[in-house]
């Protein structure tokens, strides 16, 4: 009777084919049999693809021959399909390879939302690496050829609010080429307005605040930061509370978080608490404070009545006359003087009829 095999898996053909690879360089190795170590070393390499691997059959092969064979290797892993994206753009990067693993990046669009956080977070770190190491060896054109690419990832960056997982890479494009970077951030803007929302806010002014020192403090271009932020009021003058934080920018301490209170400051304590008596330093300011003090007592008590005559003459009594005016002011003191007698003859008057309205009611009260 005949037995159907059943299909191997995956796993278990990468296990035989390592383990049956190990043992035929083990032999290789008591024959001295480099051509058979360097072969089989290759044939472990297809089924894992490491690090460990690739540095195994560099060891193993000359400058020439490795030339040859890296080619080679590096078909193989563009063509399989089971490889390990992330794992076969760091074994290129590692070895120089940057325009091979060019096609390896994926569409940032095209990644699974449960994963794409940190998907994203992997692939733009392995991009940074690739800006960086195409602007330290290669041309400007070479670079250049990149942007569509770095364009695409920044984009989907700014569209999450993710602004600081991008900064490592427009610090390269910065140092290379920042026309692309003046190009591109005012499409970023418009982008991550369309859907922003106030708790955001914070978010975009410190990414606004970060493209600001960007373009005034690194690259000394103070008029291309202000053509821009122009046209960001007028575009943008609908969003008010967004462009008074935005106006903000100037400020060393700015407090960007919605809903986060910001430390009280001198002015706001003058504001919200009674004020306070300044500290008096020397005699002639507390005796100054006081005659003050005594005045504005005096004249809240001689609004009506009869008191204000009283205070107009004390107020006139304490300046001292000078020169020809001196006589002039004694006819006025004696004037004053007569009022005041006057003022007390009423009083006395008065407080005499009030007596005798007392003593009459009293009589009348007896009477009864």
Not at 24 to 37: H, P, T
Not at 141 to 156: A, E, T, V
Not at 320 to 344: I, L, M, S, T, V
Request: hydrophobic share 35%; net charge negative; proline share 3%.
């Amino acid at each position: 009777m005949e037995t159907q095999n059943e299909p191997i898996s995956n796993y278990e053909l990468v296990t035989k084919t390592l383990q049956l690879t190990t043992m035929v360089i083990e032999s290789a190795k008591v024959e001295n049999n480099d051509e058979a170590l360097c072969s089989q070393a290759i044939r472990a390499f297809k089924v894992d693809n490491t690090q460990r691997r690739w540095e195994e059959i560099k060891n193993l092969t000359s400058d020439a021959e490795w030339a040859k064979v890296k080619e080679q290797l590096v078909v193989f892993m563009l063509q399989n399909k089971n490889s390990d994206a992330k794992g076969t753009v760091d074994l290129l990067l590692g070895d120089g390879l940057w325009k091979q693993c060019v096609g390896l990046f994926p569409d940032p669009s095209t990644l699974e939302n449960k994963k794409r956080s940190t998907d994203m977070a992997d692939w733009i770190l392995r991009l940074t690496k690739l800006a960086h190491m195409v602007a330290t060896s290669e041309p400007k054109d070479s670079f250049c050829q990149l942007f569509p690419m770095f364009q695409r990832y920044i984009k989907r960056y700014y569209q999450d609010f993710k602004f600081p997982e991008v900064d490592g890479l427009f610090d390269v494009i910065q140092s290379v080429s920042p026309s692309f970077l003046i190009d591109l951030f005012p499409t970023l803007i418009d982008i991550t307005l369309l859907n922003i929302i106030q708790s955001q806010y914070g978010a975009f002014v410190k990414c606004m605040r970060k493209y600001k020192h960007r373009l005034v403090k690194d690259l000394g271009m103070e008029e291309e930061w202000e053509r821009f932020y122009a046209g960001f009021q007028k575009k943008h003058r609908g969003k008010k509370r967004l462009v008074q934080m935005v106006i903000l920018l100037g400020d060393s301490q700015i407090y960007t978080n919605i809903g986060q209170k910001r430390p009280p400051t001198d002015q706001d304590a003058d504001q919200q608490q009674p004020e306070k008596k300044k500290k008096l330093t020397t005699a002639a300011e507390l005796k100054q404070e006081q005659d003050n003090t005594t005045t504005s007592t005096g004249d809240r008590k001689a609004t009506t009545g009869r008191g204000v005559l009283l205070a107009k003459a004390i107020a006139e009594q304490q300046d001292e006359p000078e020169g020809d005016d001196f006589d002039d002011q004694e006819d006025d003191n004696e004037d004053e003087e007569e009022e005041e007698e006057e003022f007390a003859n009423e009083e006395d008057a008065g407080q005499v009829l009030e007596d005798d309205d007392a003593a009459t009611e009293d009589n009348g009260e007896e009477e009864e």
